[in-house]
């Protein structure tokens, strides 16, 4: 029953496709607004025509604290070229949420809202644990999603392949 539901609420999510969702982050005033074509399966930031990462992670997660410095790495190596952007699925509000961006050094931009969390959940198929990182192509196609802990190397073959 669990899974008819959870294809009933993505069937539903996909139905939407193409419009524009901003999203709000912690850590960068402007936030991000993303589109989705459900005919194509891609989702798109807009503004940015190039690789992505979305960073699906918990904020008492030991593996998501030893992932986050490796992104962080991954931004300043790759600079405009790719984007990464962070999802906290596990908002405890506001000032415990900047909290946890300080205690991780994430600087990147993050979405804790729930909203935005459960939309970009379903835009990747689902999230079932924490770290998981999805890589997109310049087109907004879904390249390789990580589940758990991966080394730097593991995102810098990927996003070469992509640039």
């Known amino acids: 029953m669990r899974k008819f539901i959870l294809v009933l609420v993505a069937l539903f999510v996909l139905g939407c496709g193409g419009n524009e969702r901003h999203h709000m982050t912690l850590n960068d005033e402007d936030g991000f607004k993303t589109t989705f074509d459900s005919s194509k399966k891609e989702l798109k930031i807009v503004g940015h025509d190039k690789p992505f990462?979305?960073?699906?992670?918990?904020?008492?997660?030991?593996?998501?604290?030893?992932?986050?410095p490796i992104l962080e790495n991954l931004a300043k190596?790759?600079?405009?070229?790719?984007?990464?952007?962070?999802?906290?699925?596990?908002?405890?509000?506001?000032?415990?949420?900047?909290?946890?961006?300080?205690?991780?050094?994430?600087?990147?931009?993050?979405?804790?809202?729930?909203?935005?969390?459960?939309?970009?959940?379903?835009?990747?198929?689902?999230?079932?644990g924490t770290p998981m990182s999805v890589i997109f192509d310049k087109n907004g196609k879904i390249v390789k999603q990580l589940l758990g802990l991966y080394p730097k190397s593991a995102f810098e073959n990927e996003l070469k392949l992509l640039l």
Do not use: W
């Not at 990462?53 to 986050?68: P, V």
């Not at 790719?82 to 908002?91: A, H, K, P, T």
């Open 77 to 128: 190596e790759f600079g405009e070229n790719v984007r990464i952007i962070g999802v906290l699925g596990d908002s405890h509000g506001l000032d415990k949420d900047i909290k946890t961006l300080k205690e991780k050094n994430i600087s990147f931009p993050t979405a804790t809202n729930r909203k935005s969390a459960m939309y970009l959940a379903n835009m990747v198929g689902g999230v079932m």
């Open 53 to 68: 990462i979305l960073y699906f992670f918990s904020s008492d997660c030991g593996a998501c604290a030893e992932q986050a």
